[in-house]
């Protein structure tokens, strides 16, 4: 699957398809023969039952050979068509026993294999239901019992990750290189989860969720194209576009060298950096490519500018020399394009690849297009009246008004009813007001309103005592009296004179508002290379700044220090200062800070958004941030959908848009009614819709409720049976969560000796599960008093810091979630 020779890994078989790239022919169904031919594929080569082959660029598949993604479809083809006993019994083997909890066996053995026949494809006879395990000696039905009622195209989905687990286990064997192993047995072991829970196979965990960089190469490239041939004739542009869309190609089918051949040309940091991205390459690009249980997403889609870099000096070397050594096999015409245009296309794309000052990574550049282009877009949108935005009011569902923003255009009818029904269905353009619908007009006249301050409802905006933390800060900023610079210094690049004063500033600055750190530990980091610092500039000096260390790879970043003079304090400063950090990590594509807290400083960190209960997973970001004794960890995830700096102004304008609408409803329904008499000559109840006013002011009935936990108390949750069943199923999936390690067994009294003296009653999910088993939780509510004694007992022994105390509320949230979603808790109440 993954090239073992680093000399020419993935050339081979990609240039045979350069042709039709450059004729625009971009589909995929091409492309993954392509990408897949190329000798070294561990995952194709296995399916096919050949021998693995060298990755030394040989030539691509030969003309007529049915390719590797075929032969795997074709027997996934061949499996689907099996019929139901005998996919049954291919699926037993996946199993695991379920007859007995006891039973470990994960999976039906054959007491009789078939004999080997001259033919694999040979159909055999399947095993009946009957049939006892080799390893458990139960029957094969006990291991696809919850398979019974499955539906066939449930059982081919499973019949298909089976496929991809066989093919992977393969490739487990006979990969040599320990890092491609290594996944390999991370997505066998996933699969093989997978198909043992009856789930759809999902890749979660440290590597994080593609796409890991923007803008993607995909996007930094066009911005390439409409950067620097913007200005060439059509003809011109439209041959850069197909060298362009033949690079992507190129990329998104090349085979990755592996980290440890990498490792010997590269510093140890930059290879671990590689080493992550190329372990994302795999579990998310390549290996999908042939085992397409897996979610699939292209190279260039996922990865930026950093794997770019990565990889951009190894890529053209190759691609080149490939197409020198067969030029004399190329058409005149492609020889020419290949060989005179295409390095010079390549050169350009690496100054801009490796300029620090690009403009198209930027993710806010606004290419221009050319003229032709711009030409065909003006034709395309000569019906738009303005470039202003129209407010609309959708009825929506329910009691509530859908209001949506959508662009001025006109469209035919038929167009406007699919605009509309498109607009309503994008939930971050749309506000529910839980009212009456209102007319177009109001909302119009109130949004209107509310863009001046003066008309605005409710306190006011600027400078009040309920203004937002940053409000001054921001019109500080506007006004040009405060600015926020990204700085830091450099070993490999000369570093300006401004920049060095202004690291010079910070440095004082720390130094004075932290007087418990050593200076000469603030002087190390403030110019350690590898840490950068937002400063807040006024009047050309520094009077605050945040230091942080970016590790991109892992997806956090660690807040070292974060200060600003006390003359310059309580001005919102602190939290302005905060947002342009979050706005700048957004754009990073790094969503996570960590920070140390001392005890002055957790109140601050907790104003901005971060939280003792850290949402990254310990084995991210353990061994990688300095640690202090007597500090607090706290962390931050953020939001790609929230720029920060604007938030409140966002919040706000939201508020005032429902209090103006809420006065104005209030205003057309003020009417003052005579108090109820009634109650005063014995009436002890009456209906509420009897009240008068109530329809006026919107009160409407509660809709009737079909949810299970209206049931009858005499209904299904009183079945011994059905509490038994729900309550194992329940037990078994906390057992298995991932917090729950603490409580499996009874605490030991040699290694906690006190713990008895101060826990009375103890409890524990093994012996839970002896309670079950004896049928002893005749209602569910006994068996919510034994779990949820197990999380008091926890957090009354334990320190609100420590591990357990926090897995003990992660288990119970998740423990209630799953007892409302049985109707349990309801009825039981």
Same mark, same amino acid.
């Given at each position: 699957?993954?090239?073992?020779?680093?000399?020419?890994?993935?050339?081979?078989?990609?240039?045979?398809?350069?042709?039709?790239?450059?004729?625009? #022919?971009?589909?995929?169904?091409?492309?993954?023969?392509?990408?897949?031919?190329?000798?070294?594929?561990?995952?194709?080569?296995?399916?096919?039952?050949?021998?693995?082959?060298?990755?030394?660029?040989?030539?691509?598949?030969?003309?007529?050979?049915?390719?590797?993604?075929?032969?795997?479809?074709?027997?996934?083809?061949?499996?689907?068509? &099996?019929?139901?006993?005998? %996919?049954?019994?291919?699926?037993?083997?996946?199993?695991?026993?379920?007859?007995?909890?006891?039973?470990?066996?994960?999976?039906? %053995?054959?007491?009789? =294999?078939?004999?080997?026949?001259?033919?694999?494809?040979? =159909? #055999? $006879?399947?095993?009946?239901?009957?049939?006892?395990?080799?390893?458990?000696?139960?029957?094969?039905?006990?291991?696809?019992?919850?398979?019974?009622?499955?539906?066939?195209?449930?059982?081919?989905?499973?019949?298909?990750?089976?496929?991809?687990?066989?093919?992977?286990?393969?490739?487990?064997?006979?990969?040599?290189?320990?890092?491609?192993?290594?996944?390999?047995?991370?997505?066998?072991?996933?699969?093989?989860?997978?198909?043992?829970?009856?789930?759809? =196979?999902?890749?979660?965990?440290?590597?994080?969720?593609?796409?890991?960089?923007?803008?993607?190469?995909?996007?930094?490239?066009?911005? @390439?194209?409409?950067? *620097?041939?913007?200005?060439?004739? #059509? *003809?011109?542009?439209?041959?850069?576009?197909?060298?362009?869309?033949?690079?992507?190609?190129?990329?998104?089918? &090349?085979?990755?060298?592996?980290?440890?051949?990498?490792?010997?040309?590269?510093?140890?940091?930059?290879?671990?950096?590689?080493?992550?991205?190329?372990?994302? /390459?795999?579990?998310?690009?390549?290996?999908?490519?042939?085992?397409?249980?897996?979610?699939?997403?292209?190279?260039? /889609?996922?990865?930026?500018?950093?794997?770019?870099?990565?990889?951009?000096?190894?890529?053209?070397?190759?691609?080149?020399?490939?197409?020198?050594?067969?030029?004399?096999?190329?058409?005149?015409?492609?020889?020419?394009?290949?060989?005179?245009?295409?390095? *010079?296309?390549?050169?350009?794309?690496?100054?801009?690849?490796?300029?620090?000052?690009?403009?198209?990574?930027?993710?806010?550049?606004? $290419?221009?297009?050319?003229?032709?282009?711009?030409?065909?877009?003006?034709? %395309?949108?000569?019906?738009?009246?303005?470039?202003?935005?129209?407010?609309?009011?959708?009825?929506?569902?329910?009691?509530?008004?859908?209001?949506?923003?959508?662009?001025?255009?006109?469209?035919?009818?038929?167009?406007?009813?699919?605009?509309?029904?498109?607009?309503?269905?994008?939930?971050?353009?749309?506000?529910?007001?839980?009212?009456?619908?209102?007319?177009?007009?109001?909302?119009?006249?109130?949004?209107?309103?509310?863009?001046?301050?003066?008309?605005?409802?409710?306190?006011?905006?600027?400078?009040?005592?309920?203004?937002?933390?940053?409000?001054?800060?921001?019109?500080?900023?506007?006004?040009?009296?405060?600015?926020?610079?990204?700085?830091?210094?450099?070993?490999?690049?000369?570093?300006?004179?401004?920049?060095?004063? /202004?690291?010079?500033?910070?440095?004082?600055?720390?130094?004075?508002?932290?007087?418990?750190?050593?200076?000469?530990?603030?002087?190390?980091?403030?110019?350690?290379?590898?840490?950068?610092?937002?400063?807040?500039?006024?009047?050309?000096?520094?009077?605050?700044?945040?230091? @942080?260390?970016?590790?991109?790879?892992?997806?956090?970043?660690?807040?070292?220090?974060?200060?600003?003079?006390?003359?310059?304090?309580?001005?919102?400063?602190?939290?302005?200062?905060?947002?342009?950090?979050?706005?700048?990590?957004?754009?990073?594509?790094?969503?996570?800070?960590?920070?140390?807290?001392?005890?002055?400083?957790?109140?601050?960190?907790? *104003?901005?958004?971060?939280?003792?209960?850290?949402?990254?997973?310990?084995?991210?970001?353990?061994?990688?941030?300095?640690?202090?004794?007597?500090?607090?960890?706290?962390?931050?995830?953020?939001?790609?959908?929230?720029?920060?700096?604007?938030?409140?102004?966002?919040?706000?304008?939201?508020?005032?848009?429902?209090?103006?609408?809420?006065?104005?409803?209030?205003?057309?329904?003020?009417?003052?009614?005579?108090?109820?008499?009634?109650?005063?000559?014995?009436?002890?109840?009456?209906?509420?819709?009897?009240?008068?006013?109530? /329809?006026?002011?919107?009160?409407? $009935?509660?809709?009737?409720?079909?949810?299970?936990?209206?049931?009858?108390?005499?209904?299904?949750?009183?079945?011994?049976?059905?509490?038994?069943?729900?309550?194992?199923?329940?037990?078994?999936?906390?057992?298995?969560?991932?917090?729950?390690?603490?409580?499996?067994?009874?605490?030991?009294?040699?290694?906690?000796?006190?713990?008895?003296?101060?826990? %009375?009653?103890?409890?524990?999910?093994?012996?839970?599960?002896?309670?079950?088993?004896?049928?002893?939780?005749?209602?569910?509510?006994?068996?919510?008093?034994?779990?949820?004694?197990?999380?008091?007992?926890?957090?009354?022994?334990?320190?609100?810091?420590?591990?357990?105390?926090?897995?003990?509320?992660?288990?119970?949230?998740?423990?209630?979630?799953?007892?409302?979603?049985?109707?349990?808790?309801?009825?039981?109440?």
């Amino acid at each position: 699957m993954a090239s073992r020779d680093s000399s020419n890994p993935g050339v081979s078989g990609v240039v045979s398809a350069t042709s039709g790239v450059l004729h625009q #022919q971009t589909s995929q169904s091409g492309m993954t023969a392509a990408g897949a031919s190329t000798g070294g594929a561990s995952v194709a080569t296995a399916a096919a039952g050949g021998s693995q082959g060298a990755a030394g660029g040989g030539t691509g598949e030969p003309v007529g050979r049915v390719s590797n993604v075929q032969r795997i479809q074709q027997k996934k083809a061949h499996v689907r068509a &099996w019929p139901r006993d005998k %996919k049954l019994e291919k699926l037993a083997i996946y199993s695991s026993c379920r007859a007995d909890e006891n039973c470990k066996c994960n999976g039906w %053995k054959n007491p009789t =294999p078939p004999a080997p026949t001259t033919r694999p494809d040979t =159909p #055999q $006879p399947a095993a009946p239901p009957s049939q006892p395990c080799r390893s458990c000696s139960h029957t094969l039905g006990d291991h696809v019992s919850h398979l019974d009622s499955a539906a066939d195209s449930d059982l081919d989905r499973l019949l298909s990750i089976v496929v991809d687990v066989e093919n992977l286990f393969i490739c487990v064997h006979r990969e040599e290189d320990p890092d491609t192993k290594q996944v390999y047995s991370y997505l066998f072991r996933r699969l093989r989860k997978c198909i043992l829970q009856v789930t759809v =196979p999902t890749l979660e965990g440290p590597l994080g969720t593609p796409p890991f960089e923007r803008p993607a190469i995909f996007k930094g490239v066009t911005n @390439f194209v409409l950067h *620097k041939f913007n200005h060439l004739p #059509q *003809k011109d542009f439209q041959m850069m576009s197909d060298l362009a869309k033949m690079f992507l190609h190129c990329l998104n089918h &090349w085979r990755l060298e592996t980290p440890s051949a990498r490792r010997a040309h590269t510093t140890e940091e930059e290879s671990s950096a590689y080493k992550v991205n190329y372990t994302r /390459w795999l579990c998310f690009s390549y290996v999908p490519q042939l085992c397409d249980s897996l979610p699939h997403h292209e190279t260039t /889609w996922i990865f930026g500018r950093t794997f770019m870099r990565a990889v951009f000096h190894t890529l053209r070397k190759q691609l080149l020399d490939k197409f020198r050594a067969e030029k004399e096999k190329m058409p005149a015409e492609k020889r020419l394009l290949l060989l005179n245009h295409f390095p *010079k296309f390549l050169s350009m794309l690496e100054e801009e690849v490796y300029s620090n000052n690009s403009p198209i990574w930027d993710a806010d550049y606004r $290419p221009q297009f050319p003229p032709h282009l711009h030409n065909q877009a003006t034709e %395309k949108t000569s019906t738009q009246q303005g470039e202003f935005e129209r407010l609309s009011v959708q009825p929506g569902e329910g009691q509530y008004t859908t209001v949506t923003l959508s662009s001025a255009k006109r469209f035919r009818p038929d167009e406007r009813e699919k605009q509309d029904d498109d607009v309503c269905k994008s939930n971050n353009k749309r506000i529910k007001i839980e009212t009456e619908d209102l007319g177009e007009e109001t909302v119009a006249e109130v949004v209107a309103t509310i863009t001046d301050p003066r008309q605005m409802v409710g306190p006011e905006v600027l400078f009040s005592e309920n203004a937002a933390r940053d409000e001054a800060a921001k019109l500080e900023e506007r006004k040009g009296n405060i600015e926020f610079h990204i700085v830091g210094n450099s070993l490999t690049q000369k570093v300006s004179k401004q920049t060095m004063l /202004w690291l010079i500033g910070l440095q004082n600055v720390f130094s004075h508002q932290l007087p418990r750190m050593p200076k000469d530990y603030i002087t190390r980091l403030v110019f350690d290379p590898k840490h950068r610092t937002l400063a807040l500039i006024k009047d050309n000096r520094p009077i605050g700044g945040i230091c @942080f260390r970016m590790f991109a790879a892992q997806g956090f970043s660690e807040i070292v220090f974060c200060a600003v003079t006390s003359n310059e304090q309580v001005k919102g400063y602190g939290t302005h200062m905060m947002n342009h950090l979050k706005d700048y990590h957004v754009k990073k594509n790094t969503l996570h800070f960590l920070t140390f807290a001392d005890e002055f400083a957790i109140g601050y960190f907790k *104003k901005q958004g971060f939280s003792k209960d850290i949402q990254l997973p310990r084995s991210v970001y353990q061994g990688y941030i300095k640690d202090y004794e007597g500090a607090t960890l706290m962390g931050c995830e953020l939001n790609p959908k929230i720029v920060y700096t604007e938030f409140t102004a966002v919040i706000r304008r939201q508020k005032e848009i429902i209090k103006k609408l809420i006065e104005r409803k209030q205003s057309e329904i003020r009417k003052v009614h005579p108090g109820l008499t009634c109650f005063k000559e014995g009436v002890r109840e009456i209906p509420v819709d009897s009240i008068p006013g109530i /329809w006026d002011a919107g009160w409407k $009935p509660p809709p009737a409720t079909n949810s299970r936990s209206s049931r009858s108390p005499d209904h299904e949750h009183q079945d011994p049976d059905y509490v038994y069943g729900s309550l194992k199923t329940l037990l078994c999936n906390v057992k298995n969560h991932a917090a729950a390690w603490p409580f499996q067994v009874p605490v030991d009294p040699n290694e906690v000796p006190d713990y008895y003296d101060h826990i %009375k009653c103890p409890m524990d999910l093994k012996t839970m599960t002896e309670r079950l088993k004896a049928r002893y939780y005749v209602k569910a509510r006994l068996f919510n008093a034994d779990m949820l004694r197990i999380f008091k007992n926890c957090r009354f022994y334990n320190h609100p810091d420590t591990e357990y105390y926090k897995c003990a509320n992660t288990l119970e949230k998740y423990y209630v979630g799953k007892m409302k979603e049985l109707g349990l808790l309801e009825k039981e109440k």
